[in-house]
């Protein structure tokens, strides 16, 4: 790993902070790195609050898409909640369908089938609504782009309300109402919420009409919360008060959907991290194995013994998914081996049986191995379909922009797209994709980074400290987990090589001219045995986190990497 200590905030900025907040130097220059100043900035951090979340009507369009829905409840229209399969899109689906039929009987959801329709909004979706007399249809976490779809829809006498995230192409639908904070000419103040956050702003802004606040909406944050872990978006800003005030749900009274995935886990208190590893990929397997409206159903459900049942489906589905990804990772791996590109600069793997489903997982788990630009090819219908995974600093949908006279469509962003071709193309794509990574990637980028906050030593680490630290959380994209380096290290002699497979490594810490020790646990670290042992010092990069083992709770230090 590449070791990257981030810049160290200016002197007279740290002594500043330090003093309006009466904290330690090394707080000081974690809360400028993340963009805190001042003491009214600090306090807005600490302590979220949802009188912090701005006014819904200061995003664009947003005045419209509450009178067509008021307008729809009055006239008694069949109201279609319309959404992506994936967890920001089942449930923004179960936040607005829930919500509305509080409103309203005429309520019903549609998912998109991940195969036969594919992402976003599909004719199939409209036929739907017209076969079934929907007059409105409300997409969330979709529809931004889908400029002829909505054209259609319209000629049908079927309405749009879209609630999206994505960023807009040149051309915005003509829809009765385009929430998307992403719009250039949309003058809201946060521009990263996820797919269900936005939904979350619409139901804000229909409760307001009856005088009612986000504090009245609290219900609906544990969805809002898995949402944004699941969709990776910046914790910072409004996203951090939605996380915190839904994690907080999440640990006190979930809905029963949410319970019921938490009772098949031992966990006392969830982070957004556990969200986003326990709670996300059970919601994501029904979309991947089999229909995102399994997840929609059991998000929606009010009855606990019926969501139960239906959790149990889903962990099912996510056990196939496991089973599923696991083989076709070992499967790739042995192709890579086979035709002898592990020295290549990229991956590129087929096989005509591969689940379409997991390709994405596949693909980024093929780059923790050999970390490259990474692509998952399998056969969809008489094309063969890939999805692409990138690593830090290299812009993957570039790359096959400058392929794409052997694409047949492609989308994404930076760092994850899709892409189809034919069947024919695959290997002048798969020379042509090596030979443009060749030519446009740093190599430095090649090997992955770790981005250290500050330098500290053993004695830097108190409960106190720690207790602080604690309250940055919810952590994630723009406030990530605080990273330490700390040099000259020891172990005292205990170090050993643990876990069933003994991959893992264990030793106590400690530095010259202090007491204090440390336990240190680095997974999958085994090979780094013998830069420990023999009382050699030693640095390493780490956060610190609690340990309880037999009712005792100590700090240790979760080992990133050691030099």
Known sequence: MRWTLKAKPETKEVKALEEALQVDATVATLLLQRGIKTYEEAKHFFRPSLKHLHDPFLMKDMDKAVVRIEEAIANKENILVYGDYDVDGTTAVSLMSSYLKTKHNLVYTYIPNRYDEGYGVSYKGINFALENDFSLIIALDC??????????????????????????????????????????????????????????????????KEGKTAEDLTEYLDLVATAIGADIVPIDGENRVLAYFGLQVINSNPRPGIKAILEQVEKTELTITDVVFI??????????????????????????????????????????????????????????????????????????????????????????????????????????????????????????????EHIEQFGGHKYAAGLTLKEENYEAFKQAFEDEVSKTIDRNLLTPEIHVDCKIDIDNITPKFYRILKQFAPYGPSNMTPIFMTNNLIDTGYAKCVGEDKTHLRLTATQPNTNKRFVGIGFSMADKFDIVSNGKPFKAVYSIDENEWQGKVSLQLKLRDIK
């Open 143 to 208: 529809g931004i782009k889908s400029v002829d779809k909505v054209a259609h829809a319209k000629t049908l006498g079927i309405d749009f309300i879209i609630c999206d995230h994505h960023r807009p192409g040149d051309e915005v639908p003509d829809a009765v109402a385009v929430l998307d904070p992403k719009q250039e000419d949309c003058n809201y103040p946060y521009k990263e919420l996820c797919g269900c956050g936005v939904g979350f702003k619409l139901i804000q802004a229909l409760a307001s």
């Open 279 to 404: 709670v996300a990929p059970r919601i994501n397997a029904a979309g991947r194995m089999e229909h995102g409206n399994y997840a929609v159903t059991l998000l929606t459900e009010e009855e606990s013994d019926l969501a139960e049942k239906y959790a149990a489906e889903i962990n099912n589905y996510n056990l196939e998914r496991r089973e599923t990804d696991k083989q076709i990772t070992e499967e790739a791996l042995n192709q890579i081996k086979e035709q002898k590109e592990q020295e290549r600069l990229t991956t590129v793997v087929y096989h005509e049986n591969w689940h379409k489903g997991v390709i994405g997982i596949v693909a980024s788990r093929l780059t923790e191995t050999y970390y490259r630009p990474t692509l998952v090819f399998t056969r969809s219908g008489d094309k063969l379909a890939a999805s692409a995974r990138s690593v830090k600093g290299f812009d993957v949908y570039n790359a096959l922009e400058a392929c794409s």
